[in-house]
């Protein structure tokens, strides 16, 4: 196998050296003649710790050199990495020119080439961007057929700058977003002694998870040091708080809450999160991130309520009252929330919870509905079967495996809205909305 490295930035030299140090044979392409002349004297274009040595072994074993020659590189190689700047504009959106550019130049190549090619787009782009822009273009200056005469994937890459050669050798993921099988074949084919975890998955997923990744990663900077922040205020170490909230592996830095469903709810997290943000504001501290989670929070169950009034029926049933599932607790539930929006609204609605039952109910639970929401006791039934005869449009509002047998229940003309991932369009059909998905 023979790769193109069109871009020798971070990720396309780092990428160059890496492959050929695993014996892959590597043309770099760029258009900075002295980043070319620099890389075949082998000296590495870029400062990176531990990269000096590795291009200069690659270009004594003759499997790296680097040209300004894009149609000589794809005539000699079997598929192109796409390494190119995506910088900002104005506005804020991705600037694409770059690779735009070199998909009509390895287009123009495809056109004199015989065989089929692979043409991986390595650099952070939208998701759409390879679909509605990248492939069309391929497609128009070669005069040949994606998935046919050749083929394209998104490969998104996680380097981290300072850390980019081990990062490379020891990926924490590979994910790679195909338009085909034959299209991935090449970079299976190239991971397969890699011991990570190989993903794949749509070009479109694969370009939402690599904003994805360097979204969280942004957000987990911006709320360590608003915590930081507050904890100044209150004369406290913001590390040493942060130090023993990294050492919870089971909640805090795991893949708990992590998971799009519907908004949170319960007796601690939203007044916990009131109480910091009154604190804040009582310390004249601007923590824009930390104040944004409880409006954040109301927008997700607005949009729950969108779903819902969108499906144009007016009798509604929803599945489940407590905050979460295997609990009676309705303190602070977002799907009370979104049965008084209902109600306010007008809508003839019924609810079902098994384990909400006022019979049963005692103490703060009892007293809740009693002092809150009486108006929504009577609209609960003890017979979920009663729920489905009525409603036209049913909520899943509860991660509760009770409620799958109730879907059996379901007919044609029924709308499910999913707020949990409890059921899938392939179950229900054209009828079935996901919150998140």
Partial sequence: ?????????????????CLA?????????????????????????????????????????????????WGRAVAETDLAWLCVSTPSQADGNVDTQYLERVC??????????????????????????????????????????????????????????????????????????????????????????????????????????KYTDNYWHALKVGFANEIGTISRSLGLDGREVMRIFCQDTKLNLSDVYLRPAFAFGGSCLPKDVRALVYRTRR?????????????????????AFRIVTDSGH??????????????????????????????????????????VSLSRLMGRNRQYIEDHIPHIASLMVDDVSELIGHARTIIIGNDDAHYLEALELVSDGQVIV??????GQNAYGRGYFGICW
């Fill in 104 to 209: 009509q130049q390895i287009g123009s190549a495809l056109a004199e080439r015989q065989g089929y090619y692979v043409v991986v787009v390595r650099s952070t782009a939208l998701p759409g961007t390879t679909d509605e822009i990248l492939i069309p273009l391929l497609e128009k200056s070669s005069g040949l057929r994606a998935g046919a005469a050749f083929g394209v994937c998104y490969h998104p890459e996680f380097l981290r700058e300072g850390k980019a050669v081990d990062d490379f050798r020891r990926p924490s993921k590979i994910v790679v977003g195909a338009l085909d099988d034959r299209s991935a074949e090449p970079l299976d084919e190239l991971y397969r002694s890699f011991d990570s975890p190989y993903i794949r998955t749509s070009i479109r997923t694969a370009e939402m998870v």
């Fill in 314 to 355: 007016r009798r509604v049933g929803l599945l489940g009252l407590s905050f979460k599932p295997g609990t009676d607790d309705l303190r602070e539930s977002s799907l009370v929330a979104m049965a008084e929006r209902l109600i306010g609204k007008g809508y003839d609605l019924r609810i079902y919870d098994h384990n």
């Fill in 418 to 423: 999913d707020l949990v991932g409890l059921g």
């Fill in 21 to 69: 140090e695993r014996e892959t044979s590597v043309i770099g392409v760029d258009v900075n003649p002295d980043k070319v002349s620099r890389l075949n004297e082998g000296q590495s274009p870029i400062i990176e710790p531990g990269l000096d040595s590795l291009v200069r072994n690659a270009i004594q074993s003759g499997l790296l050199s680097a040209t300004t020659d």
């Fill in 283 to 303: 310390l004249s501290l601007d923590l824009p991130i930390l104040n944004a989670v409880l409006p954040s929070n109301e927008s997700h169950v607005e949009r």
């Fill in 1 to 17: 196998m023979k790769i193109a490295i069109f871009g020798l930035g971070y990720v396309g030299t780092v990428s160059a050296a």
